[in-house]
Structure formats: C-alpha cells, structure tokens
C-alpha cells in the first residue's frame, strides 16, 4: 500500500516525520516538504528538502491509497478546500479527493477562525477526507510529550485504516 505523509509549514514539522518514520514496514511510503516546511525544519530540526510538483505523487495513475497532510497550514488547508493545486501537496490532496483514496488533513492552529472551519467543513463533506487536528486524549494517561505523539500519531494511523498499538485505548 502506497502511503505519502506531507508536512506543510505549520509549526510541529516534526510530528509529520515522526508519523512519517512509524509507518509500518509494509507501507510504501512518500515524503513531501513544503517550502515553508523547509524553513520550519531550518529552525526546529536542520533538515533542509525541497518540492517537486512533477514528483510521482502529482499523478493519479501513481496510485497512493494514504494521504496524510501533517501538520497542515491554514494556508494549505484554504488552498485544498478552494481546489488549488499549486504545489505537489496541494497536488497530491487533489489527487486524493478525485480518486477518493483516503485524505487525513492534521490542521494545526490555534484558536481556528471562521474561514478555518468553513474550509474544514467543506472537506469533511467529501468522501474519504478526514479532519484530524492533532487534539490530545487523557485516557490514556500521558506523561511525556512522546506519550501524547504516539496517542496523535496512532489515532491519525485508526483514521487511516492502519493497524497500531501507539497508545493505550479507551477501557
């Protein structure tokens, strides 16, 4: 199964390459910078990639079945909902939505303004899109910010159909 995560350039770059490096083995799998998901890893993590809109996930016929936008930037998050394709992460969202292969979008601001949550909405009414801001559980009693990752990264992994056991589950 073909998995591609992109990361936009909304602060907590480094969740989307942490879900990114958990996938499991038999996931074959894709990673997408942004722009400004470059600057943001300048800054948090010295990992410097650039963006590729002729790259293989630009094409339906590649055929990814997993899309994660994690984190995903108002900026990006707008420009998936209004249909604009003008780089490969909003590219290979498009792809996702016209194929209806699985979209899980991690919008990561805070507090979300009208225009946020009518994008969102609008997404959300399309099959196989999956709004999943990345909003902590206490269940399962976190004690370390590797604790509260793992419980995102394994609810993000529960929305995508993909098995896990990240975190302790509801009893």
């Known amino acids: 199964m073909k998995t591609l995560v992109c990361i936009s350039g909304a602060s907590g770059v480094k969740l989307g390459l942490k879900l990114y490096n958990m996938l499991p083995p038999q996931y074959e799998r894709y990673l997408v910078l942004s722009e400004h998901a470059k600057t943001v890893f300048e800054k948090e993590e010295n990992i410097f990639i650039n963006e590729d809109?002729?790259?293989?996930?630009?094409?339906?016929?590649?055929?990814?079945?997993?899309?994660?936008?994690?984190?995903?930037?108002?900026?990006?998050?707008?420009?998936?909902?209004?249909?604009?394709?003008?780089?490969?992460?909003?590219?290979?969202?498009?792809?996702?939505?016209?194929?209806?292969?699985?979209?899980?979008?991690?919008?990561?601001?805070?507090?979300?303004?009208?225009?946020?949550?009518?994008?969102?909405?609008?997404?959300?009414?399309?099959?196989?899109?999956i709004i999943a801001p990345p909003v902590l559980g206490y269940y399962n009693k976190p004690e370390t910010i590797e604790d509260m990752e793992l419980f995102l990264i394994g609810k993000w992994f529960d929305a995508a159909g993909i098995e896990n056991n990240l975190f302790k589950r509801w009893e």
Do not use: Y
């Not at 604009?84 to 590219?91: E, F, G, Q, S």
């Not at 969202?93 to 946020?116: D, Y």
């Open 53 to 129: 809109i002729s790259a293989p996930p630009a094409s339906g016929s590649f055929g990814i079945d997993i899309t994660f936008i994690v984190p995903c930037s108002m900026n990006t998050l707008a420009k998936i909902a209004l249909g604009i394709a003008d780089n490969l992460t909003t590219r290979a969202a498009g792809v996702a939505i016209k194929e209806k292969k699985k979209l899980i979008i991690a919008p990561r601001e805070l507090p979300f303004s009208e225009i946020n949550i009518e994008h969102m909405l609008r997404l959300s009414k399309i099959q196989n899109v």
